[in-house]
């Protein structure tokens, strides 16, 4: 059930921050190992970039890759919030004194983490290359030519195999590793926090609310260069082999990004990525803390 919950809670926050995650993509992928000031800036800001996309693209664009988004969210987020939800109830989250371990909390979440977004990695890399297609005169980043998410998976398997499919997959890994265990660690040292200060009543809604804020915005700011790579990892054209074109692998994806395009091309579409990772984190949170709730009140 743990598993279950997990999932769900994590498709609910997915269908209301999927908009923010195609303006996320398109905007790291924007001017992609081009130096400030050199290319056209199709999207100024997330505001700029929803405008913009709803007038060229449609309205529907902004919905672009829901599918595989919430096949990810359910994979890889029951598995992540489901193991930890386990490894909690089981105490591997507290010393012998009871008192939380943010140490052991950040581990588990970060192991969670890798396992959900590795088995999840070639939905990962599908979404991605869906929600950067583009009218031409706002494309950015490779143009990949997918009807859809099973086709998508299809033509890649048949290309290029199993290794074709897992493409990214240990480039993407360090992103989840970092924002998993900050997630979860921050969520519940908050939590536990406040349920010490005694600010809110005992298994309040508001103490999963304030400690799924804070969470959202550590992170972002530990997060974001990691997610920007990854993007581009997942969305470079590959030769006959499968094997990319632009990237040998993350550690030169990074330094060619941070060469190019300076510190701040590290932190591309970083206001999308609160706005979208903010209340994807408030809301998967929030729902999964309620869910348990609601389970262990009724179901036991």
Known sequence: MDFLMSGLAACGACVFTNPLE??????????????????QRHYRNVFHA?????????????QKGLAPALLYQFLMNGIRLGTYGLAEAGGYLHTAEGTHS??????????????GAYLGSPIYMVK?????????????????KHQGMFQALTEIGQKHGLVGLWRGALGGLPRVIIGSSTQLCTFSSTKDLMSQWEIFPPQSWKVALVAAMVSGIAVVLAMTP???????LYNQPTDAQGKGL???GLLD?????????????????IGASYFRLGPHTI??????????SLYYTYAK
């Open 22 to 39: 195609v303006v996320k993509t398109r905007m790291q992928l924007q001017g992609e190992l081009q130096a400030p000031g050199t290319y």
């Open 50 to 62: 929803f405008i913009t996309i709803g007038k060229v693209d449609g309205l529907a664009a902004l």
């Open 102 to 115: 943010p140490a052991r909390s950040a581990a588990a979440g970060a192991l969670a983490g890798v396992m």
């Open 128 to 144: 991605t290359h869906l929600q950067a297609q583009a009218a031409s005169e706002i494309a950015v980043g490779h143009q990949y």
């Open 226 to 232: 990691f997610d920007v790579v990854s993007t581009r």
């Open 246 to 248: 632009m990237y040998r």
């Open 253 to 269: 994806a990074l330094l060619q990004t941070a060469r190019t395009e300076g510190f701040f091309g590290m932190y591309k579409g």
């Open 283 to 292: 809301l998967s949170l929030f729902f999964w803390d309620q869910l348990r």
